[in-house]
Every structure is written in structure tokens, then in C-alpha cells.
């Protein structure tokens, strides 16, 4: 069993959707959750970083984790093409080491 | 915001030869550094963490002969391919920790062993 479980898509919407992508992980040890967004050929690029239970918004976006569940979620209201990428989970463990879920594809169509 | 740059983004070598991946941190320090592989539609798995001044911690069945890494200051990290076949063509990205919350990435190298 993976550590980090992500819903694999590939997901497309049309624009003004909202999005919700998801992922579950096994190790109740991970304290810190991430979510980053990676175009093709780029390096990813953090879009949110949360480290307890709960939502937290930044614009469009909004993660949101359950700790009960192990369930973590990152919701974009008012999708736009550009928001098109590939978007990775992940958490946070020992020594900083990161546990990535192996990525979800969005599309968002015009 | 905090950057990493690695260089170079693409590089084509023939099989036999070696090639380096540079990791820079241009605003910040980083005492460690991490290193990825990617296959396409496929995750990031760790390869090994960078750790100025020391060796390298490498993950389990990543050979650390192969994959050479050297982290001399505190704004740089290599990574070597040495003696590169065509299975090691992948995308090799680096991260570092800018502050406390969340890394940041490079852009990443796509590397094809022909």
C-alpha cells in the first residue's frame, strides 16, 4: 500500500467549475500537507502548505485536511484554463522528506 | 519569493558518458537539499537528500555510485549521472527548504541517454 493515495483522474471541467481533488494517506505520523501544481516539464510549485486539521484558503484555492480520516483535499472554486496542470499531494515526514501521491490531471476547458 | 535554479533544463548525452545537474538556491541557504526523479505520468520519488558539507543520504535501491552527489556550499548541490544508459532518462528535480513551510522546487532536467 502506497503512504500517499491520490485519486488518479484524469479530471476535465469546464471553465467556472469547481474542482475538488483528493488523497488519503496511512501514516497518522504526518504532520505537515502539502499541494503542489506541476505544468508540463516544470518543476512542481507549492500551492498550499497546512499542518492541522481544518481549511485554509488562499484565494480560488482552499486545502483542507481531516486528520480523523487521513483525507486531505484542495478545492478551486472558479476553475480557469490556466489552472490546467497536473496536481501532486503530499505529506511530510522524517527529516523533511516528502511523500508525494502520484498526481492528478486537471483540465479546464474554455 | 525563494528560487531554485538548476541547470541545465534539458540535456541529451550519449550513452557511456556523464552528465551533471546543478541545484542552486539563489536567495537562501540550504543546508539540504532534495533530489528526485520523475518518469512520465508517474510521481516524484526521492532519490537522496543532500546534506552540506557531508555525504549524501541515499533512498534504498538508488545506487549512490551511479548517482553522484556533492553539496560544497550552501547555495549549491550536484548531482552526477555517471556512465549514463538509456534507463536513466528521466526528469531530475531538485527541491530545497526556503523557510518552514513547504519547499521549493526547480525547474527540473529532462535528461535523454541516446
Known amino acids: 500500500q502506497k503512504e500517499v493515495e491520490q485519486d488518479p483522474g484524469p479530471l476535465s471541467v469546464p471553465e467556472g467549475a469547481i474542482v475538488s481533488l483528493n488523497c488519503t494517506y496511512s501514516?497518522?505520523?504526518?504532520?505537515?500537507f502539502m499541494w503542489y501544481r506541476q505544468y508540463s516539464r516544470k518543476g512542481p510549485e507549492l500551492l498550499m502548505y497546512?499542518?492541522?486539521?481544518g481549511n485554509k484558503e488562499d484565494g480560488r484555492f482552499t486545502a483542507q485536511v481531516d486528520k480523523s480520516s487521513k483525507y486531505i483535499s484542495l478545492f478551486i472554486r472558479d476553475s480557469q484554463p490556466s489552472d490546467s496542470a497536473t496536481y501532486l499531494c503530499?505529506?511530510?515526514?522524517?527529516?523533511?522528506?516528502?511523500?508525494f501521491g502520484d498526481g492528478t490531471t486537471l483540465t479546464v476547458k474554455p | 519569493g525563494a528560487v531554485v535554479s538548476q541547470h541545465p533544463s534539458w540535456v541529451i548525452c550519449k550513452s557511456g558518458t556523464s552528465v551533471k545537474i546543478e541545484c542552486r538556491s539563489l536567495?537562501?541557504?540550504?543546508?539540504?537539499m532534495f533530489w528526485y526523479r520523475q518518469f512520465p505520468k508517474q510521481s516524484l520519488m526521492l532519490m537522496a537528500t543532500?546534506?552540506?558539507?557531508?555525504?549524501?543520504?541515499?533512498e534504498q535501491g538508488v545506487e549512490k555510485d551511479k548517482f553522484l552527489i556533492n553539496h560544497a556550499s550552501l547555495t549549491l548541490s550536484t548531482l552526477t549521472v555517471t556512465s549514463a544508459h538509456p534507463e536513466d532518462s528521466s526528469f531530475y528535480i531538485c527541491?530545497?527548504?526556503?523557510?518552514?513551510?513547504?519547499?521549493?522546487f526547480g525547474s527540473g532536467t529532462r535528461l535523454t541517454v541516446v
Open positions: 527541491s530545497a527548504l526556503p523557510g518552514i513551510e513547504g519547499y521549493t
Open positions: 501514516n497518522s505520523a504526518f504532520q505537515y
Open positions: 497546512t499542518y492541522s486539521s
Open positions: 503530499a505529506t511530510e515526514g522524517d527529516a523533511g522528506k516528502s511523500t
Open positions: 536567495d537562501f541557504q540550504a543546508t539540504t
Open positions: 543532500s546534506n552540506e558539507g557531508s555525504k549524501a543520504t541515499y
